[in-house]
């Protein structure tokens, strides 16, 4: 998540001090994301340095600087807004990861460790549709962020059944050596060589 572009995006509705800027970032995100402030802090500097954002003393009434978008922050934010989120290559997922690596594992059951995630997965999944039922149509950011949670998690879950269904379709390995799918070297995916 890019915390830099959060807060130009509110920086864009107006001057803001860094606490206020933490607080309003949780409170838009459905409080699901907490932000320490330091980062607030680092982050805001670092857009200063770069010509996003410039800031004045509070004056009298303490050492906090009011933070204020430039018109190179308003751009900045407008592309970052307009760009969709990479998909090329794949994020490294610890569970895919497990699972590719568990069927060179001798002993290990895939089926069962499949079942185990799946099973800790729906119980994710249970969790928050029991959150998402409290929660009132005035909080909208929290809804938001719980849907996404929910279709992400079921994402998962379809991929281990596809996942099951194509290892039970596997021959057996001969001997108990590599299985007879072994993936070949330097197979390309989205155009990176893995």
């Known amino acids: 998540m890019s915390i830099r572009h959060a807060l130009l995006a509110l920086l864009s509705e107006g001057s803001k001090y860094g606490l206020q800027l933490r607080q309003e970032f949780e409170a838009r995100t459905g409080e699901v994301w907490p932000l320490n402030?330091?980062?607030?802090?680092?982050?805001?500097?670092?857009l200063e340095r770069d010509g996003l954002v410039e800031s004045e003393g509070a004056g009298d009434d303490g050492p906090q600087n009011v933070f204020t978008i430039t018109a190179d922050g308003s751009e900045e934010l407008k592309g970052w807004l307009r760009t969709p989120p990479g998909v090329v290559p794949p994020p490294r997922d610890e569970l895919v990861?497990?699972?590719?690596?568990?069927?060179?594992?001798?002993?290990?059951?895939?089926?069962?460790?499949l079942q185990v995630h799946r099973r800790h997965l729906v119980e994710?999944?249970?969790e928050y549709t029991r959150l998402k039922a409290?929660?009132?149509?005035?909080?909208?950011e929290l809804s938001l962020a719980v849907d996404s949670e929910l279709f992400r998690l079921?994402?998962?879950?379809?991929?281990?059944?596809?996942?099951?269904?194509?290892?039970?379709?596997?021959p057996a390995p001969a001997g108990g050596g590599t299985p007879a799918s072994a993936p070949r070297v330097g197979r390309r995916i989205g155009g990176i060589r893995r």
């Open 37 to 46: 402030v330091g980062q607030v802090y680092t982050t805001l500097q670092r």
């Open 154 to 170: 079921e994402a998962i879950v379809r991929w281990l059944d596809t996942a099951d269904a194509r290892l039970k379709r596997l």
């Open 97 to 113: 990861i497990k699972v590719l690596v568990a069927r060179q594992v001798p002993g290990v059951d895939l089926a069962e460790l």
């Open 124 to 126: 994710a999944m249970q």
């Open 134 to 140: 409290g929660i009132g149509d005035e909080e909208v």
